[in-house]
């Protein structure tokens, strides 16, 4: 059987840090870029060997700002990809780009002749003042003029990245962030509720975030907006046209393997998950060092699971998880069906799904789930 596999390359430069974010990621460093490209080929090369039995059906350049690398770098460590290992043709190939750096036609149909065939726009708002709050360095006009852009030079799967409850954000200036994302007829959104992570600058200046209430109203609305226009929801944070979800992100959730490269960068390999750690100046060097490496345990594997399988709409099939690890499902339901009682959760064709309600509770029923299944026999 074709073991489908994921490659996952990580690009740490920035043009300078958002407010908000605690991604590997550093000021650009334009001196640094040839030498990084050459560092990933190298381990590119040394990976090989392992995914030698592997098609590679997901590729996806993610940071950081993949887009400031410029086309003639993506391309080379693209054609290195799809030179080291066995790709399919008709693989997923996505880029992340800021709107500012993925605005010249020229560059971007390069970047689409050479096999990209997905970009994802950080967006984030429609609102200049907003972007500027958080640390953003472009401007509405420039997602517009990238989307343009990407549209004249062939990009037909086209995703945006939204984020609700900056500072001071309303339910209805989310809305209208969520139509003017419309207006530019991607085939993916994804929208993240704003969080002040330990660390960020957002969070040592102590603003004031929309409240709970407020980001749940704007999570609610999004769902019913998005529905009625005929999106789907596939999994808590991320919209698709029909057809249109991630097929990367999708390989995390599903738990199908992927292998990162690049510092930061995480892989989850034939029942192991191991991280590079986030540090440019080792892996330069190359001397890069794991700074996680676990070999999942078989109680691991099933709260993975079982917190994989409620992020996602597809939900928990009880007969799925039974034929998967031989286990009894039945000492979950009671406390799902007090979740259907609730109005968080729903049974259809036989699955349990979380609802849009249930989604902004996930961490609590996740907790739960897990708590009964450290009752179960896993030995
Ligand atoms: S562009 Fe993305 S990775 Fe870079 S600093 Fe902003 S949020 Fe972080």
């Not at 995914?51 to 460590?77: K, M």
């Not at 030179?83 to 605005?103: C, K, M, Q, R, W």
Request: charge should be negative; aromatic fraction near 10%; glycine fraction near 8%.
């Amino acid at each position: 059987m074709i073991k489908s596999l994921g490659i996952y390359i990580h690009v740490p430069f920035c043009k300078q840090k958002c407010v908000y974010c605690d991604f590997y990621s550093l000021p650009r460093r334009e001196e640094d870029m040839d030498a990084y490209v050459s560092a990933l080929e190298r381990q590119l090369s040394q990976f090989s060997p392992l995914a030698a039995e592997c098609t590679v059906t997901s590729i996806y350049f993610g940071g950081g700002t993949p887009s400031y690398l410029g086309p003639d770098r993506l391309c080379r460590l693209l054609r290195k990809v799809r030179t080291t290992f066995h790709t399919a043709y008709v693989a997923e190939i996505t880029l992340e780009a800021n709107p500012d750096s993925a605005s010249e036609v020229q560059d971007l149909t390069a970047l689409r002749r050479a096999g990209f065939n997905r970009l994802s726009l950080g967006m984030q708002s429609a609102d200049d003042g907003e972007l500027k709050a958080l640390g953003r360095v472009h401007t509405m006009a420039q997602t517009r003029t990238a989307v343009e852009a990407a549209r004249k030079a062939g990009f037909d799967n086209l995703s945006l990245d939204l984020i609700y409850g900056p500072p001071g954000q309303t339910p209805a200036r989310w809305r209208d962030n969520l139509a003017a994302a419309m207006a530019l007829h991607p085939e993916h959104l994804s929208c993240y509720g704003l969080k002040a992570e330990p660390g960020t600058p957002l969070y040592d200046r102590r603003e004031t975030l929309p409240g709970d209430e407020a980001q749940a109203e704007m999570y609610l609305e999004t769902v019913e907006t998005l529905e009625a226009r005929g999106w789907q929801q596939y999994e808590i944070s991320n919209f698709a046209r029909p057809g249109r979800e991630s097929r990367h992100n999708l390989k995390y959730w599903t738990r199908q393997g992927y292998l990162g490269f690049g510092p930061g960068a995480h892989s989850y390999f034939q029942g192991r998950r191991f991280a590079w750690s986030r540090d440019l100046d080792a892996f330069l060097a190359g001397t890069p060092s794991l700074s996680e490496d676990q070999t999942l345990t078989r109680r691991d594997t099933v709260e993975e699971y079982l917190m994989l399988r409620l992020r996602l709409t597809q939900g928990l099939h009880p007969d799925h998880f039974e034929g998967l690890f031989g286990l009894d499902f039945s000492p979950f339901l009671p406390f799902l069906e007090r979740c259907e009682a609730a109005g968080y959760a729903v049974r259809r064709e036989g699955a349990w799904h979380l609802t849009p309600r249930g989604f902004l509770v996930s961490n609590q029923i996740i907790g739960e789930l897990l708590d009964i299944s450290r009752a179960l026999n896993l030995d």
